[in-house]
């Protein structure tokens, strides 16, 4: 008799154990922790849901690989992983564990910062210096045309992208392409150009010579303040017949990084971008000018002023109506 009870007692024990073990791998597979902390999970070239048991559970996943596996083989769960970074937490569901799984790996985006005022080339090197996007300069170079994307405005039928990158930051896809870099970053420049009126712009420009008049902007003005009054000087200049003079032009007809020291060959240069050596406006944009260079290109301060210089402070202009004036603070101006 007390055999029998002794094996009923046995017997006992391990139902209860086993109902234990069926409820705690009931719980882990369907409840887990709602609120787990996260983590951040790799799966490596080779894994299988059968062979992940044991790194989840040391990354905290979950509890148990053994449970794990047989909850895989019972539900029938199946994926096709791809190898990379996944966001879990830890204790989660199984049933969460492949959703997650499942949804592959998490895109890293890397950032893409164009200062103001880059031409396409400074642009294309830029985003040659991505370390995830593999793009070269020359590929971005080639897509940054017209034939990969028409800006909306101000002009659908500009010859070039050159004034069209917009200065931003961007978030950068690993396999982004080129053409579709240059789709997002135009895309941005129509956004901030669509708060502008371009449909009037002054002394009779048409709208893209307005973005060739706010790229000039860009690169000349150092204080942003300044942009209205540069803008009014350049309208003057052109209305009364005037070179423009403006060296931000003549570093970019001669390819010279702007600052550079310009010799007397270089303001020289027969180049329609020159507008030392030419009258009128260069044919396209210089650079990539930002909202307040295009703003103050449609919106110039009212003034009859035709040159300027740059002040003690080497970061505002003084403005002049007569050559005298203008003279007499070109010979004291600073070397910044």
Known sequence: MKKVLLGLAVLVVLASG????????????????????????????????????????????????????????????????????????RRMPYHEVVAALARGPVVVSESLL??????VTETAAAVGALKLAHISPDAF??????????????????????????????AVEPKETAEGLVRQIVGEFNKKAAQL????????????????V???????????????????????????????????????????????????SDLAFPSPYN????????PTPIASPQLSSMRAALQPAASDALYYVLSADCVHHSFFRSASAFAAAAAHQPKC
């Open 214 to 264: 706010a790229s000039m902007i860009e690169r000349e003005a150092k204080a942003t303040g300044d942009g209205p009054m540069i803008a009014a000087v350049i309208y003057n200049r052109l209305k009364a017949g005037m070179k423009l003079g403006i060296d931000a032009t003549t570093y970019y007809a001669v390819h010279k990084p702007f600052g550079a020291n310009l010799t007397q």
């Open 114 to 119: 164009l200062r103001e005022g880059l031409t």
């Open 197 to 212: 009126n371009w449909s009037s712009p002054p002394a009779g420009v048409t709208p893209y010579q307005a973005l060739v």
């Open 18 to 89: 086993i109902v234990v073990y069926s409820v705690r791998s009931y719980l882990s597979a369907t409840h887990g922790a709602p609120s787990g902390s996260a983590v951040k999970f790799t799966v490596h070239s080779g894994d299988s849901l059968t062979t992940l048991g044991p790194p989840l559970k040391s990354a905290g996943v979950i509890d148990s690989p053994r449970d794990f596996k047989i909850w895989l083989r019972v539900s029938g769960s199946s994926v096709n992983l791809q190898q990379g970074d996944y966001n879990l937490r």
């Open 275 to 282: 507008t030392r050596a030419v009258a009128g406006l260069p």
């Open 141 to 170: 170079a080639a897509a940054a045309t017209t034939a990969t994307v028409v800006p909306e405005v101000p002009a659908p039928s500009a010859p070039t992208l050159e004034g069209y990158l917009y200065p931003e930051t961007y």
